[in-house]
Structure formats: structure tokens, C-alpha cells
């Protein structure tokens, strides 16, 4: 018979035991509560200043840099209009950088209606090029000179910049136009104008507002490079896998020529070209060749010595080059050739995530990449076909998008009809450059990720999706086409959820 062992010696064998057994425990318990989580953007880098696309010629480096110059020149009603002292402007690059607004003055003649006074008020995260900014500099373009403008309710404080459509007029039919924030009234380079801002409250009241943030500008050069045809056999692509998951998606055409339309977040526009002057004559009021009609026609306000943006006033910027082409038309420049964003370092875990990002279905409508025509090797017989500007020829445009419109369902819907964008339909914003991005989704509603991936799916019956937001008119909207794919994404497990996360802020 085993001799009976003593109580003290079973109380140090369990302790034992339990000793073991903690870190275990104490592991399991973490992994149950472990929740998925946005890492949060990518430090900004070191300079403000973009890179133009490797491999451009000298004239092509040249207006490059010309163009920065223009996209950071701080408008006004006059060149003489636009000084500003040290330290009153929203964003101010180092002292040191040849860009600094405080150092330019050349204006293209702002209109009585505007959004911003210059380029990168709206495109300056991570750097000139980017998107909205942390700081809402709404609160100073508004008052810039004493303006006598009210910063609009909807515009917050640490959010991001947004500009406003009206989905419909008073009478009922659609509008889905801009409407400028600001107007020039009570400028020191307005003094007699009384121009009224829109009534954005009684709008806003009447749930007739829909909000639009800045994209990011890299790497546009390289999208308007890619083919229509290749647009279209990837939209045909995966054909039964799409139909399974309920992924249509369709080109905007252009009306005029047919062609796919691929800029803006419902692919409104056709080119840069056309995207530049429309930027100028709708956010800062600018006249240009291609809007050469001012919004607003009032006399006391509509005061630009410079219509169609004379260049700088000395004599020998009139016998340069450069110096004579608009700054509309060198905004066009700056986007074609500014570089596409870097893509970081991966950790494990991202590269894990970029896997799940394929096998939950995300890639059938953000397609990793495309590749350009043609090919940038001097003397190869493809050497002519493809882009003009050969640095963009034969290039791998690693974007995430399909350059389609798709339908979103209620959650995301606007009630903004755009060509052949209906209103529950956008472009699948490309998500390069997503590491650094701040704000998200068309209207800014987030800085999540998460969030903003649970927004792509609107599921009918559980959360009102016919008509949520009541919209004048009211618009029955469809399933969302992302939401098996947000299922599949949330039938993953934490851990794979957080190296999907991971993965994208490596963009």
C-alpha cells in the first residue's frame, strides 16, 4: 500500500502546476480579448516635397518643377492681393523650402466663390500631392484678409476639409453640383463685395448635403496611362467568382467619345486636363480655356485682372516658356507627373494580410495593378506605342482599384448622379497611398479603417438600408456589392483581421 501523501505536499504540487500553467492561461486570456485594430498612419516623411516619376526628360523635369511652384502659389484678386505676414498661414512648409507660400505671389484671379486659395490648402497629406490634413483649414481660408464668411456647421475642427454638393433644387430637380463654401466678401481684395455664402443650415436642415473630401494626386500620370482595354478585360475577369459574391462594377463613360472616364470619386472626369481646369474654376473660382465663365458674374466681387491667368508680371517671364503656360494647365502637369506613392517594408503579419486581402475577395474589385503600354527602353519596336511622356510607358501601376463604379448600398450613398455613377455608386477609390491617408470614404466620416470597411456593406433589413438617410425623392438603394466580401472579412479571426489591417497601411 502507496504511502498517503501529506496535504503541504499536494497544496506545492498544485502551486507547481499552476506556476506552468499561467503564461498559458494568461496567453489564452489576451488572445479571447484581442480585438483587431487600426495601426493608425504611417509616420509623414521627412520633406513636404513629392518626387517627380523616375525617368522623365529635362523638359519634363522642368515642368515638374515649374508646376510645384504653381500648385503652391496662394491666390487672391490680384497679384498684389495674396501677402500674407509670417505665420497666418494654415499650412506652412519650412521657411526654408522654395515653395513656401509665403514666398509666392502670382495670382490666376480667384473668383467671388471659392473653396480654398490654393492647391495644397486641400492636397497636402502626407506631403504636396496628398489629401485632407488633421487640421481643417477651413477655419482659416474662411477668414483669410477679414473675409466676413461663417465656417459651416459640417466643418470640424480636427476633420477633414470637406466641400458640399446639394443633391437637389427647390424645385425638386437634381443638383448634384459643388457649392463654394467662402465667397470673397469683405476681403481686404473685395471691399465693396456683398456676396452671401449658400444657406448651408437651412440645406443642411432639409438633409440636402452631401460631402466630399480631397483625394490623393499621386501617381495620376500613370493611371491615364492605362488602356481602356485593359480596364475592360479585367472588368470581365473572375466573371463567375464576381456574379457569386455579387460584384458587377461598370465603366463611367464619357459621353462625348465613349472612352472610360477614371478621376474623381465617382470617375466624373475624363482626364487630368479636364480635372485641373474644373479644380480651378470650382474650388478657387478660377477662369480658365476650358470654364471660362465665372460662377458668379457680380461686378463688386468679380474683380480678376486676370481671367485667364496672365503669368507673372515681368517682362522676361513673358518670353519664358514656362513661365506663360496658365497654372491650370501646369496643375495638369504636376499631376502627370508626380510619382505614385512608395509601398513600405512589410512585416509578417502584413504579409499574411496581403494573402487574406486576395482570398476574402477585396483585390476582384481593388485590383492590385495594372501595367501601362509600350515599353521606356530607347530603341525597342514598341518604343512609339503608349503614352506620350515615355518615362510612363511599360510601367506596373500598383493602384488597388478597377477604375469601375460599383454600387455601395445606403450606408455610403450620396443621392449624387454623375454620368453613368448612379447615386449609391463610386469609383473604387485606389488605395495606394492609403498608409499615410487620415480621413476616409468620400465624405471623411472616418479615420478608421475598420470603420471604413464595415461602411462598404449596407445588408437590407437590418439596418434600413432601402432609404436610411429619408432623401427627398426617396431613392430605394440595392444590396451593397461588398457585402459578402465585408462578411467574409468578418468571419476571419482577429489576428487575421489585424494582419488584413496590416497589410493595408503598408500601401
Known amino acids: 500500500m502507496k504511502p498517503r501523501r501529506s496535504f503541504s505536499s499536494v497544496r506545492i504540487s498544485i502551486a507547481f502546476l499552476l506556476l506552468l500553467l499561467t503564461p498559458l492561461l494568461h496567453g489564452q486570456f489576451r ?4 480585438r483587431a485594430k487600426d495601426p493608425g498612419p504611417r509616420p509623414n516623411p521627412s520633406s513636404t516635397i513629392p518626387l517627380p516619376v523616375p525617368g522623365l526628360n529635362a523638359n519634363e523635369i522642368s515642368l515638374f518643377a515649374e508646376s510645384l511652384l504653381r500648385v503652391s502659389e496662394l491666390e487672391g484678386t490680384c497679384d498684389t492681393c495674396v501677402e500674407q505676414p509670417q505665420g497666418t498661414m494654415p499650412i506652412d512648409p519650412d521657411p526654408q523650402n522654395p ?35 488633421r487640421k481643417n483649414v477651413a477655419f482659416v481660408v474662411g477668414k483669410r484678409l477679414g473675409a466676413s464668411n461663417t465656417i459651416p456647421s459640417f466643418e470640424e475642427a480636427d476633420g477633414a476639409f470637406r466641400e458640399v454638393r446639394f443633391k437637389f433644387n427647390k424645385d425638386g430637380s437634381r443638383d448634384g453640383g459643388v457649392h463654394q463654401l467662402f465667397t470673397v466678401a469683405g476681403r481686404a481684395d473685395a471691399p465693396a463685395c456683398q456676396l452671401q455664402q449658400p444657406d448651408f443650415d437651412r440645406e443642411l436642415r432639409r438633409n440636402n448635403l452631401s460631402y466630399r473630401i480631397p ?147 477585396c483585390a476582384l474589385c481593388h485590383t492590385p495593378s495594372f501595367t501601362t503600354p509600350g515599353t521606356a527602353n530607347p530603341g525597342s519596336p514598341a518604343e512609339q506605342i503608349g503614352p506620350q511622356t515615355v518615362a510612363l510607358r511599360g510601367q506596373q501601376v500598383n493602384l488597388y482599384s478597377d477604375l469601375l463604379v460599383h454600387r455601395m448600398g445606403a450606408t455610403l450613398a450620396d443621392n449624387i448622379v454623375q454620368g453613368n455613377a448612379g447615386p449609391d455608386e463610386f469609383r473604387t477609390t485606389p488605395l495606394w497611398g492609403l498608409g499615410q491617408r487620415i480621413f476616409f470614404l468620400h465624405d471623411g466620416r472616418t479615420d478608421d479603417l475598420m470603420t471604413a470597411i464595415q461602411d462598404h456593406a449596407s445588408y437590407r433589413g437590418s439596418d434600413g438600408g432601402d432609404n436610411p438617410s429619408k432623401d427627398r425623392d426617396s431613392y430605394s438603394y440595392g444590396p451593397s456589392e461588398a457585402n459578402n466580401v465585408v462578411r467574409r472579412f468578418n468571419g476571419l479571426n482577429e489576428r487575421e483581421k489585424q494582419s488584413l489591417l496590416d497589410f493595408l497601411r503598408t500601401l
Open 31 to 34: 488572445e479571447n480579448f484581442f
Open 99 to 133: 515653395f513656401s507660400p509665403l514666398k509666392l505671389v502670382n495670382s490666376a484671379g480667384m473668383g467671388p466663390r471659392f473653396n480654398a486659395d490654393q492647391c495644397f490648402i486641400c492636397h497636402f497629406q502626407p506631403m504636396i500631392g496628398g489629401s485632407a490634413t
Open 215 to 361: 483625394l490623393q494626386l499621386f501617381g495620376l500620370g500613370l493611371i491615364e496611362s492605362i488602356q481602356d482595354s485593359a480596364i475592360r478585360d479585367n472588368m470581365n475577369a473572375n466573371r463567375e467568382l464576381k456574379r457569386l459574391l455579387g460584384i458587377e462594377g461598370h465603366p463611367n463613360l464619357v459621353a462625348n467619345n465613349g472612352t472610360i472616364a477614371r478621376f474623381g470619386w465617382k470617375a466624373q472626369n475624363a482626364s487630368l486636363t479636364l480635372f485641373a481646369g474644373e479644380a480651378y474654376n470650382v474650388e478657387m473660382g478660377i477662369s480658365n480655356d476650358l470654364f471660362p465663365i465665372t460662377q458668379s458674374e457680380d461686378k463688386d466681387c468679380n474683380l480678376s485682372y486676370e481671367p485667364f491667368d496672365v503669368p507673372r508680371t515681368t517682362e522676361a517671364n513673358y518670353h519664358d516658356p514656362l513661365k506663360i503656360m496658365p497654372a491650370w494647365l501646369m496643375f495638369t502637369e504636376f499631376m502627370r507627373f508626380v510619382d505614385a506613392p512608395a509601398l513600405a517594408a512589410q512585416s509578417e503579419s502584413a504579409k499574411r494580410g496581403e494573402r487574406l486581402f486576395r482570398e476574402v475577395g
